[in-house]
């Protein structure tokens, strides 16, 4: 009893987290056409569908790169010239929605619908995939907006730093070692002729379809086989796609931003792929190091020294290699001091490990947090469309989880000083290098490169 003469509960007190494995799925193949998985989600009724053609950015030719983002673009304007709106506006009135996009690993196609309605979903989607317009004038209007996009990616200082990053870490003959939307040079030399040559080379019988949502019952089945059956495309096999490594070494490079406020930086080595063991345990380390406010990174650089708002750290996924990757904005004037920092920290697992809290924290950080993240069918889908798109299989996303869950301290920091040289990282800093350019030499991390405006928008 209080004062008052109210009588308060008990503060409730957190339960263990109950038990959960990512939904699995039943495999099986249209006839004549991709392989299909098929994950049922009582209750999910808005289902999702995530379409993986083995047509990324990764098989474009040597001269075409940006041709797969073009095509996920042109393809959603629909069965004639100019019906982008026509086709936006009859997936709508079925309450549906469709998307394309393309990266290296993949170009990707995903619808989803109401369950009630994915059977005239699929129709509509059937079509756009046999008789896509991909017409030449609405190439030309496509390739004038990637354009656009080009240009204001050259005034972001964060995707400028990616694409720096990309471009130092893989060798010329890699196609990560360029963007995977195209270079501006690339891209205007674009045409219909082109988009429509690299979707005829597309591969049906390689594709993957993930299908999610509440199915039983639905007739959902017959409905993406009636879609996608003995749907083939005339043209030749696209080249293989490169899996190059990063090729590691200690170097500064700046991108030369005159007047710039801030310097926004990156810090990254290569780091082998998911089909590695090791790779659940560099996730826990880079949460450990950059994963929230609490972590190494921030502790140092946010709320001890004031460089920045949040510095974050992670693991880019690509097929055949991976990079591990610390980014954030700092103060132009603290620059090489958080630079410096910055490596020490990234240097501290060697010289420290990883304490049993920071290494549980982290777990429950990647892990607890999976039946929130994978709640939809939209999610489930995509993440088992990701996992199809890296030759990893449909038991992946459950058995990536439950490595995490496994992490120990000892495991996580052998695996993060085994695999991060961190005495080879790569810094990229977007800012003003007039300010920054002597500091950074100080430091003697490796040699100082400066990429002008001028090339930057050039690449």
């Known amino acids: 009893m209080t004062d008052s003469g109210l009588a308060l509960q008990p503060r409730p007190v957190p339960g263990p987290v109950p038990a959960w494995t990512f939904p699995s799925g039943d495999p099986g193949r249209v006839p004549d056409g991709p392989e299909t998985l098929r994950v049922d989600l009582p209750g999910r009724r808005l289902a999702s569908l995530r379409l993986v053609l083995q047509a990324g950015a990764g098989r474009e030719a040597a001269g075409k790169e940006g041709v797969a983002t073009l095509l996920s673009r042109a393809l959603l304007e629909g069965t004639r010239p100019g019906g982008g ?67 204001q990616e050259d005034a972001d200082p964060g995707t400028r730093a990616m694409r720096e990053l990309r471009a130092v870490l893989f060798p010329p003959e890699s196609r990560a070692h ?31 379809a993930v299908l999610a949502g509440d199915l039983a019952g639905s007739g959902a089945d017959e409905a993406l086989a009636a879609a996608l059956a003995g749907w083939t495309t005339p043209g030749p096999e696209l080249p293989a796609a490169d899996e190059l490594p990063p090729a590691d070494a200690p170097r500064v490079v700046i991108v030369d931003r005159p007047g710039s406020v801030q310097t926004y930086l990156s810090i990254a080595h290569g780091v082998p792929d998911r089909t590695d063991a090791d790779w659940p345990l560099l996730t826990v380390a880079a949460h450990v190091l950059g994963g929230g406010l609490t972590s190494r990174l921030n502790a140092l650089l946010r709320e001890e020294k004031g460089y920045t708002y949040g510095v974050r750290a992670g693991l880019l996924r690509m097929r055949g290699r991976g990079v591990f990757i610390a980014q954030g904005s700092v103060h132009t004037e603290v620059t090489a001091d958080a630079v410096a920092d910055g490596l020490a920290v990234l240097r501290s697992v060697a010289a420290d490990g990883i304490g049993d809290d920071e290494c549980a924290a982290s777990v429950r950080a990647l892990a607890d947090r999976a039946p929130a993240e994978y709640e939809t069918a939209r999610a489930v889908a995509a993440e088992l469309a990701d996992a199809a798109a890296s030759g990893l299989g449909s038991g992946y996303p459950a058995a990536y989880l439950a490595a995490v869950r496994a992490a120990t301290p000892d495991a996580v920091a052998r695996a993060y000083t085994g695999r991060v040289d961190t005495d080879a990282l790569t810094v990229v800093a977007v800012g003003d290098a007039a300010q920054i350019r002597e500091p950074l030499e100080r430091l003697g991390h490796g040699p100082v490169t400066v990429t002008a405006p001028e090339a930057a928008g050039a690449e």
Request: no cysteine; hydrophobic share 50%.
């Open 85 to 151: 709106t026509e086709l936006t506006a009859a997936f709508e009135r079925l309450g549906a929605s469709l998307y394309a996009s393309a990266d290296l690993a993949a170009l990707r196609i995903a619808l989803d619908a109401p369950v009630s309605r994915l059977a005239p979903a699929l129709e509509l989607l059937a079509a756009v995939l046999r008789d896509a317009a991909l017409d030449d004038g609405d190439v030309r209007r496509l390739v004038r907006e990637r354009l656009d996009e080009i240009a």
């Open 178 to 208: 360029l963007p995977t939307g195209g270079t501006r040079a690339s891209v205007t030399g674009l045409t219909g002729a082109d988009v429509r040559a690299f979707y005829g080379s597309v591969a049906p019988a390689e594709a993957v």
